[in-house]
């Protein structure tokens, strides 16, 4: 068996690997203006009047964006501990690579993907509470788009 003292073809592979997984946090500052997005127009419907009608749902939509938010905060540490691994190896002889290294990426990116339809979920959930709140109470979209 040959050693390999130097493997540039692993070398790239590192460094397409840090440059994707950097490009996951910005996937990841993107879902969180997305919920910033979304908390904001539930609170422009945390009326009063309208609360009566809707506080059980405002409140789970609070409780979901209180979840995705700490599992945004737990993707981004994780996502920085990864990067601060896989820098130091680019360009290392003969870094060592385990099996249990890319099954946490995979299991990063998983959890970065499910986060996005996680939130896809929530704003199509609200998207259809707005557009009832606006059917049944009459409210003018004009209105909404100032406030927004």
Known sequence: MKLIT???S???ELQELYIR???WG???GFEEGELRFLKKMLHVFAMPSL???YSVTME???NQFVEQEIVIDTLKTRLAAL???IGPLIGRKNPKIGLAFLEQLATLENEIKQLADEVKDIKTTLFALV???IKAHSVKTGDLIEIL
């Open 6 to 8: 130097n493997d540039e």
């Open 10 to 12: 692993l070398n790239d």
């Open 21 to 23: 997984s950097s490009h």
């Open 26 to 28: 910005l996937d990841i």
């Open 51 to 53: 609360e009566k009608d």
């Open 60 to 62: 789970a939509f609070g």
């Open 83 to 85: 990067l601060k691994t």
């Open 131 to 133: 557009e009832t709140i």
